[in-house]
């Protein structure tokens, strides 16, 4: 017999009330019902493509994943819009100081607190810029934390602490759309005159209702019942990429298709910059170097330097004015989103 873990929080009193009261429960398709909200969600419903999925081999495991895997490109696709509304709203947040800040819970939170970490290696941006919120802290991230992510209020005494103002954008992310710390974050930000976003896999949830622009993925159920990290947990992690890489595409912080707004801190660094100058401008590893080094180190300022022809004080200024945005410092043009 397998029994609760030792360590395991679980409310008892909501155990029993559920076991005791019994209450007639009208059947819905899949095995939905009426009463049991969690089974309106199609990322909770049984997934027919996987039954009897523990007798199959690794092979046909691996297959039935990728087979449903291939179902979210196809499911973010129908959000494109949304997601370029959010897109602009970020760049025009963080354009005008503001932040971006994610609030998740569970896998989701992990997936935030992933995308946001990887903001300042790849792009440059201080860590204030990109921030998020876990139900449960940082420690959460690593294991299941002793925190009731069903609680509103504690969604709002989360992002109280980062008092939430008019310049920032809160994206809450949940795959039910439905948890209440999540929830609750996001109305309070919203109260609060903040730009609020949702990404969810499922239609008309509360999360939908509390946020300015919703992003909804149905990627439908998973292969593994009620397991969201899979294909809806992969849905949240394109999403945010596009996101964040839109948004700092928008902000300049890319050349062509080149991440120029990197900053040299190590051989690796050094050496992707070399290269970008070189691709860019068109120059050999030589050239690459010395302008590298004429420029103190700084691959935006010698890509202007160079593109524009000017000197190293005037691609300063050029980039000051454009907000960072090199292709409009080498045109010595404003940002305007």
Same mark, same amino acid.
């Given at each position: 017999?397998?029994?609760?873990?030792?360590?395991?929080?679980?409310?008892?009193?909501?155990?029993?009330?559920?076991?005791? $009261?019994?209450?007639?429960?009208?059947?819905?398709? +899949?095995?939905? &019902?009426?009463?049991?909200?969690?089974?309106?969600?199609?990322?909770?419903?049984?997934?027919?493509? &996987?039954e009897g999925f523990d007798? @199959?081999?690794?092979?046909?495991?691996?297959?039935?994943?990728?087979?449903?895997?291939? @179902?979210?490109?196809?499911?973010?696709?129908k959000a494109m819009p949304?997601?370029?509304?959010?897109?602009?709203?970020?760049?025009?947040?963080?354009?005008?100081?503001?932040?971006?800040?994610?609030?998740?819970?569970?896998? &989701?939170? #992990?997936?935030?607190?992933?995308?946001?970490?990887?903001c300042p290696a790849s792009?440059?941006?201080?860590?204030?810029?990109?921030?998020?919120?876990?139900?449960?802290?940082?420690?959460?991230?690593?294991?299941?934390?002793?925190?009731?992510?069903? &609680?509103?209020?504690?969604?709002?005494?989360?992002?109280?602490?980062?008092?939430?103002?008019? $310049?920032?954008?809160?994206?809450?992310?949940?795959?039910?759309?439905?948890?209440?710390?999540?929830?609750?974050?996001?109305?309070?930000?919203?109260?609060?005159?903040? $730009?609020?976003?949702?990404?969810?896999?499922?239609?008309?949830?509360?999360?939908?209702?509390?946020?300015?622009?919703?992003?909804?993925?149905?990627?439908?159920?998973?292969?593994?019942?009620?397991?969201?990290?899979?294909?809806?947990?992969?849905?949240?992690?394109?999403?945010?990429?596009?996101?964040?890489?839109?948004?700092?595409?928008?902000?300049?912080?890319?050349?062509?298709?080149?991440?120029?707004?990197?900053?040299? @801190?190590?051989? @690796?660094?050094?050496?992707?910059?070399? #290269?970008?100058?070189?691709?860019?401008?068109?120059?050999?590893?030589?050239?690459?170097?010395?302008?590298?080094?004429?420029?103190?180190?700084?691959?935006?300022?010698?890509?202007?330097?160079?593109?524009?022809?000017?000197?190293?004080?005037?691609?300063?200024?050029?980039?000051?004015?454009?907000?960072? +945005?090199?292709?409009?410092?080498?045109?010595?043009?404003?940002?305007?989103?």
């Open positions: 017999m397998i029994g609760l873990a030792a360590n395991c929080t679980f409310p008892m009193s909501l155990l029993t009330e559920a076991v005791l $009261k019994p209450e007639h429960k009208p059947e819905h398709r +899949n095995g939905a &019902s009426a009463a049991d909200p969690m089974q309106s969600l199609t990322t909770e419903r049984l997934n027919d493509a &996987s007798t @199959k081999s690794a092979l046909d495991i691996a297959r039935i994943i990728n087979h449903e895997d291939v @179902k979210v490109a196809s499911a973010i696709k949304e997601i370029a509304i959010v897109i602009d709203t970020v760049a025009r947040c963080l354009r005008d100081g503001g932040r971006l800040i994610y609030v998740g819970a569970g896998s &989701s939170g #992990r997936i935030a607190a992933l995308d946001a970490s990887e792009y440059s941006t201080a860590p204030q810029q990109v921030q998020y919120i876990m139900a449960g802290g940082p420690k959460a991230l690593a294991s299941a934390a002793d925190v009731n992510e069903d &609680s509103p209020e504690l969604g709002q005494r989360d992002i109280a602490r980062r008092r939430p103002t008019r $310049k920032d954008i809160i994206i809450g992310i949940s795959a039910g759309g439905r948890t209440p710390y999540v929830v609750g974050a996001v109305q309070y930000a919203r109260d609060r005159g903040a $730009k609020t976003a949702a990404v969810t896999c499922n239609q008309d949830t509360p999360l939908a209702h509390a946020a300015d622009t919703t992003i909804v993925a149905e990627v439908g159920p998973e292969v593994i019942s009620g397991s969201t990290r899979m294909k809806a947990g992969t849905a949240q992690k394109m999403i945010l990429n596009m996101i964040t890489t839109g948004a700092m595409t928008r902000l300049g912080y890319v050349y062509e298709n080149l991440m120029v707004n990197v900053h040299m @801190k190590n051989e @690796k660094l050094v050496e992707r910059g070399i #290269r970008i100058l070189m691709k860019a401008c068109d120059i050999d590893r030589e050239d690459a170097v010395r302008s590298i080094k004429s420029s103190g180190k700084s691959v935006p300022i010698a890509l202007v330097m160079l593109k524009a022809g000017v000197d190293k004080m005037e691609a300063v200024r050029r980039l000051a004015k454009s907000d960072g +945005n090199v292709r409009l410092a080498i045109e010595d043009s404003r940002l305007e989103l």
